[in-house]
């Protein structure tokens, strides 16, 4: 038994080794391409709130997007900035008690991809002039659990989601979400949490299961081409799709219907409480290049549109303005390597939502 110990030790040794020094001699993004794999959690241990490790700041040059193209085809992109507050969401650290906007969801809200700066809520706050909140890589009911967002109503709730997203959320609305003013055991509990001591321990735990390091030996051991969807094939570097034409398929009437009564029960949530509810769909990648992925046009983010707009429903018609812009204009609204916006999609979207936010709710 002792030498079976003994054994076990001295295999296990190197791989310590090597954790120590990813911890506390490395920089924390020694062995990641990207700041989002760098900064993001996989457990909060009741201590971390956000997705994002908090209060981080972290200049990057990302090499290459999150579908993994050949070393030759990746984009590098320099100087990538992220900043994480107090929660852990990307936002530069603040004493706002209150946000009049609120933008949640996935991770094109997140900037996935995106310097800080070209994110669609630090767009949307130069062009507005008000504070705006990006609740982001989340759901709708993440608001009633953020101390800050939680006790304070909003004027706007947007909720942003990519086209595939939408057909397999979660629109569930918690019982009892509502705001109000955190209760003196809610206050503890929160003052506990957000001790930066433990939640410094919190992600030094988080990272030693995430393992970098031993991931990234795992992958060079183990490194082989992916096959992803390819746009263009005669490209020496194609466009790159995550679904390819599966994303393009047909979404019977029924499943549309249902998300449309979904969305609407969550508009008609705000709306009953004074808060404005803007529904910001985002078309899949495949959707705009649909030339390329070698499928009809798809028609399941158009009809939507459509019949939440004859809900009552206040959503921002980006399908239009995207095919405009890159069919008509050939301009490019993603990353050719990646799964999400770039930043001139960034800005046509929050340009659309800033010009919505000009006018009176639309109301049925």
């Not at 241990?45 to 579908?67: N, S």
């Not at 009049?100 to 949307?124: F, T």
Request: net charge positive.
């Amino acid at each position: 038994m002792k030498n079976y110990v003994i054994k076990y030790a001295l295999f296990s040794l190197p791989f310590f080794i090597l954790i120590c020094v990813e911890l506390f001699i490395l920089p924390i993004d020694f062995f990641t391409f990207r700041a989002w794999e760098t900064l993001i959690r996989q457990r909060s241990y009741g201590l971390l709130q956000g997705p994002f490790y908090p209060g981080m700041t972290l200049v990057k040059t990302e090499e290459g997007g999150d579908l993994k193209p050949s070393p030759v085809c990746a984009v590098k992109k320099k100087d990538v900035v992220w900043q994480t507050d107090a929660y852990g969401y990307r936002k530069v650290p603040s004493s706002d008690s209150r946000y009049p906007i609120i933008i949640v969801g996935d991770s094109n809200a997140a900037g996935g991809g995106l310097s800080q700066d070209e994110m669609i809520s630090e767009v949307l706050e130069k062009r507005l002039g008000k504070g705006v909140y990006p609740l982001a890589p989340e759901s709708l009911k993440s608001i009633f659990k953020h101390h800050i967002l939680k006790q304070t109503k909003p004027d706007v709730v947007i909720l942003e989601m990519i086209e595939r997203g939408i057909i397999t959320g979660n629109f569930k609305i918690p019982r009892n979400a509502d705001f109000h003013p955190s209760s003196c055991l809610e206050k503890i509990i929160w003052s506990i949490q957000m001790n930066p001591v433990l939640q410094s321990l919190a992600v030094k735990i988080d990272r030693v299961f995430k393992a970098n390091g031993l991931q990234y030996l795992k992958a060079r051991i183990n490194s082989k081409e992916v096959n992803h969807h390819r746009g263009g094939a005669t490209e020496p570097c194609p466009v790159l799709f995550l679904q390819g034409a599966y994303a393009n398929r047909n979404i019977p009437d029924d499943i549309r219907l249902q998300i449309v009564q979904n969305i609407k029960h969550w508009s008609d949530f705000f709306t009953r409480k004074g808060i404005r509810f803007i529904f910001l769909p985002i078309p899949n990648k495949e959707n705009i290049y649909h030339k390329q992925v070698g499928t009809p046009k798809p028609v399941f983010l158009e009809k939507l549109i459509r019949d939440l707009r004859d809900g009552g429903v206040e959503v921002v018609d980006t399908q239009k303005a995207f095919e405009e812009i890159t069919q008509r204009k050939g301009v490019h609204l993603y990353h050719r390597d990646d799964t999400h916006w770039n930043a001139k999609g960034v800005e046509v979207a929050a340009s659309l939502v800033a010009d919505f936010l000009k006018t009176p709710p639309q109301r049925q």
